[in-house]
């Protein structure tokens, strides 16, 4: 039998992570039934995407042009620096609304085993805008894992010296989290990290 | 702050049902980090959905060409038809590789409140299917709720006197369930239509 329209749309959308045969054929038999614009700009957001997007010339950023939203935004604290491993972890932190200086993405974290080495990451062109950019704070924001802190490390290593101010984000209890289910290991980070009221 | 072009993707994607915004990034940054051949594809697959489906000229399933693969599959039995209530439940059925007849889609249910009354379902176009095409079996797979009992009567009703043999799909216990926690109506009808080892 041939493959029915629909169930080439199925097909495709299977491909995606997270959605199995179910979720992909309501999600088909829905942008069917959606207003013809709405699935159409769907489409053309994922052709866009595949398109135009490249890094930002600056931190490594997706962006469509030679200079990201965020380090082409005037309103952004040019001081400031978060590094962090994924273009993706950017679009979260945005959302938290707190960071209003510029980031630079290094594209992986250190994994020897890997093969990840230094080199393979953007850490060289982090140093060249510390000094270039007259930065005054770096906060490392790589994942609070074996290779994010790995690389934190290294990067705090490369910078000494330097009289950058150097943060790692804070370890602690996720808001809206319950002591009672916490691992030990982050409820001892929570407790080392506490602060005076 | 201009929005990035991945954020556009992201919108995009919470239009869909069950697409929250931590989803609908997840997805985006995958579109990004895939193939470009496989993310077009989707694109191209959602653009064909919408630009070329259209119904079934005979049993309403939805169609790229004037029959649909199954009403136009010579290896199908043609003197069997199950009746549902929309095109997605032909994918359902199909997938259980049980029946091998042909479908009618109601293209909706029976609801006197909504609105929607025989006419507006395409109970006519069965009818006229059954006389025209010799049709021995009608199978009523409408939905085992309120509109699909009634749907399935209201049919019934249609063709007594037609020497049809008119099915009704099983109510019962789902496979791998636990009678535990059987509601006492599917339980009753699972008694009901019990049968003999």
Chains 1, 2 share one sequence.
């Not at 013809?36 to 042009?65: G, L, Q, W, Y």
């Not at 950017?90 to 290094?106: C, D, P, S």
């Amino acid at each position: 039998m041939a493959l029915s329209i629909i169930d080439g749309l199925i097909a495709e959308l299977t491909r995606l992570p997270g959605i199995g045969r179910k979720t992909a054929q309501r999600l088909a038999f829905f942008i069917l039934s959606m207003p013809h614009e709405e699935a159409k700009a769907i489409a053309a957001a994922i052709n866009e995407v595949k398109d135009k997007a490249r890094f930002c010339k600056k931190c490594f950023n997706i962006t469509d042009s030679e200079l990201c939203t965020i380090c082409s935004d005037p309103d952004r604290d040019r001081s400031r620096i978060c590094v962090v491993e994924e273009p993706s972890n950017i679009t979260v932190i945005e959302r938290a609304a707190i960071f209003k200086g510029l980031y630079h993405v290094l594209l992986g974290a250190l994994s020897p085993i890997d093969g990840v080495t230094p080199e393979r990451l953007k850490i060289g062109e982090l140093v060249a805008r510390i000094n270039k950019e007259g930065i005054k704070e770096v906060i490392l924001a790589t994942n609070p894992n074996t290779k994010g802190e790995m690389t934190a490390q290294y990067i705090a290593k490369m910078l000494e010296g330097t009289d950058v101010v150097l943060t790692r984000i804070a370890y602690g209890l996720p808001m809206g989290s319950d002591i009672e289910f916490a691992d030990e290991v982050t409820l001892g980070k929570a407790l080392e990290g506490r602060r005076k009221l």
